[in-house]
C-alpha cells in the first residue's frame, strides 16, 4: 500500500489550502486515515483523523479551521485548512491503517509528505 499526498504550497495567512491523499497498491480495506504535520525542531503532531464511517477527531490547534474527510470509493483522505496562520507551516503526512493483500493484518501505512508553508 502506497500513500501520495499533494496540495501543499505557499500560502498567505488567513488563505485556505485542500490537501489530497490517495492509496494505492494492493488494498483489501482501509480503516482509519489521517494528517499529521512535522514543523521544524518539532516533534511530528496528530491534525485530524476520520474513521471509515467518516468520525472525525480534531487537535484543538484545528478544530473549527481544517476539515477532514474521506472518499471510500477512491481510498482517498483530504484535509480542508482554511484561515491559515504562520504556525501551520509544516511538512503534512498523511496516515492510514490498512489491510493490503489478502486481507490477513492491519498495517500502518505513512506518505510521503507535503510542505505546507503560510507566509507573507
Known amino acids: 500500500v502506497q500513500l501520495q499526498a499533494s496540495g501543499g504550497g505557499l500560502v498567505q495567512p488567513g488563505g485556505s489550502l485542500r490537501l489530497s491523499c490517495a492509496a494505492s497498491g494492493s488494498i483489501f480495506s482501509i480503516h482509519d486515515m489521517g494528517w499529521y504535520r512535522q514543523a521544524p525542531g518539532r516533534q511530528r503532531e496528530l491534525v485530524a483523523t476520520i474513521t471509515s464511517s467518516s468520525s472525525t477527531n480534531y487537535a484543538d490547534s484545528a478544530k473549527g479551521r481544517f476539515t477532514i474527510s474521506r472518499d471510500n470509493a477512491r481510498d482517498m483522505v483530504f484535509l480542508q485548512m482554511n484561515s491559515l496562520r504562520p504556525e501551520d507551516t509544516a511538512v503534512y503526512y498523511c496516515?492510514?491503517?490498512?489491510?493490503?493483500?489478502?486481507?490477513?493484518?492491519?498495517?500502518?501505512?505513512w506518505g510521503q509528505g507535503t510542505l505546507v508553508t503560510v507566509s507573507s
Open positions: 496516515n492510514a491503517d490498512a489491510v493490503p493483500g489478502r486481507g490477513l493484518s492491519v498495517y500502518n501505512y
